[in-house]
């Protein structure tokens, strides 16, 4: 990525499939260390260093190309933010295959979407929605990468992020965490409060402890580099670490997808292709009856009543019944790839890869 202290980018739409042109992947020009001068500059509050642990991670995109995700694991990476789009004009070619891989792999993994403020709020987040549906157990609250001002006055990009925000949590349960730099948050958002709720994924490139703005006094996630080496990946690969223990990691994620996490007790799910945390409930495929999660067994269930969560089989008009999770079926209303969640519908599915927003296909019905 380059080295800018306040990128250029740009507002315009870009036709679906086509690379907008600009490096709109995360810290696009976010993590200088310096100030309008080219001077290092303490900034609005002190260096924050972390409470204790970190944890290691990545943030990635289609410039990472083909990932070994096995090995990204192997070496040290515990958690992967994968970019879904760039707005609604440039949908990551990769997105499906990263998502798949990161879970396959036992990672934690998280969503991140280049925010384009000039472009159709409720569009992008509805992308990020059908993507997430009810986000599984080891998936991070979705991210919005604010990094482009599509040359809009701090209080109207302020008011489009709230706005991306609020219609995320509404449609996921979860608190976004916003993605920004310093600078940019400060003078061109106008440093809100509003979201002192929401975790800080900060980008600050330097070998000291990241420099922070308002309303944040703590970070969650920081983006240190843009230039690290990873196994697995080629090229430069953006670093990450988290705010704390893997533990506390799994904790924030809703619980591990890859079992373990803070002492919790998991069962692995056939239907699901996961290790489920405690209470969870699974219409399981083999017999389409209700199981829970109780002291690492599945324990039958008359209903799902009081279930911490549950996945559920989907209706399907197409097929005129429902199916299990992860079945993956294109309906003849409009050709569309959808995956069974356990909750919805979702899209994007890979039909060639047979994977999608649940992982990979347990069933495919094409037309």
């Given at each position: 990525m380059r080295k800018l202290l306040f990128v250029t980018l740009l507002s315009a739409s870009c036709a679906v499939g086509g690379d907008p042109g600009d490096n709109a992947k995360a810290g696009?020009?976010?993590?200088?260390?310096?100030?309008?001068?080219?001077?290092?500059?303490?900034?609005i509050l002190a260096r924050v260093c972390a409470a204790g642990t970190t944890t290691s991670g990545v943030d990635v995109s289609?410039?990472?190309?083909?990932?070994?995700w096995a090995r990204v694991k192997a070496a040290g990476n515990e958690f992967a933010f994968i970019r879904i789009s760039d707005g609604t004009g440039f949908r990551d070619p990769q997105f499906t295959a990263n998502w798949a891989g990161a879970r396959a792999a036992g990672m934690v993994r998280g969503i991140y979407q280049f925010f384009r403020p000039t472009q159709d709020v409720a569009a992008q987040a509805d992308m990020v929605i059908a993507a997430v549906g009810t986000p599984a157990p080891g998936d991070l609250p979705p991210v919005i990468d604010v990094e482009a001002t599509g040359s809009l006055s701090p209080a109207t990009l302020a008011s489009k992020v709230r706005a991306w925000v609020d219609r995320v949590k509404a449609g996921t349960g979860l608190d976004p965490i916003v993605y920004t730099g310093k600078y940019f948050?400060?003078?061109?958002?106008?440093?809100?409060?509003?979201?002192?709720g929401n975790a800080l994924w900060i980008a600050q490139y330097t070998s000291l402890c990241p420099d922070l703005t308002a309303p944040w006094d703590t970070w969650a996630f920081w983006q240190y580099s843009e230039s690290g080496k990873v196994a697995g990946m080629s090229g430069a690969v953006d670093l990450d670490r988290f705010n704390g223990s893997l533990d506390e990691l799994r904790a924030l994620a809703g619980g591990s997808g890859t079992g373990g996490g803070g002492g919790a007790t998991t069962?692995?799910?056939?239907?699901?292709?996961?290790?489920?945390?405690?209470?969870?409930?699974?219409?399981?495929?083999?017999?389409?009856?209700?199981?829970?999660?109780?002291?690492?067994?599945?324990?039958?269930?008359a209903s799902t009543t009081g279930c911490s969560r549950t996945y559920a089989w989907c209706q399907s008009a197409t097929l005129g019944r429902a199916v299990p999770p992860r079945t993956c079926v294109q309906p003849a209303s409009d050709r569309v790839w959808y995956q069974c969640n356990g909750t919805i519908w979702a899209t994007?599915?890979?039909?060639?890869?047979?994977?999608?927003?649940?992982g990979a296909c347990a069933h495919e019905y094409p037309l």
């Open positions: 696009a020009g976010l993590g200088s260390d310096v100030d309008s001068t080219g001077s290092p500059e303490v900034g289609y410039y990472n190309g083909t990932i070994d948050w400060r003078d061109q958002v106008g440093g809100p409060t509003s979201f002192a069962c692995s799910s056939a239907t699901m292709a996961a290790d489920l945390p405690e209470g969870v409930c699974v219409q399981a495929a083999s017999d389409q009856k209700w199981y829970q999660c109780e002291a690492g067994s599945w324990i039958q269930q994007p599915v890979d039909a060639a890869a047979a994977t999608g927003p649940a």
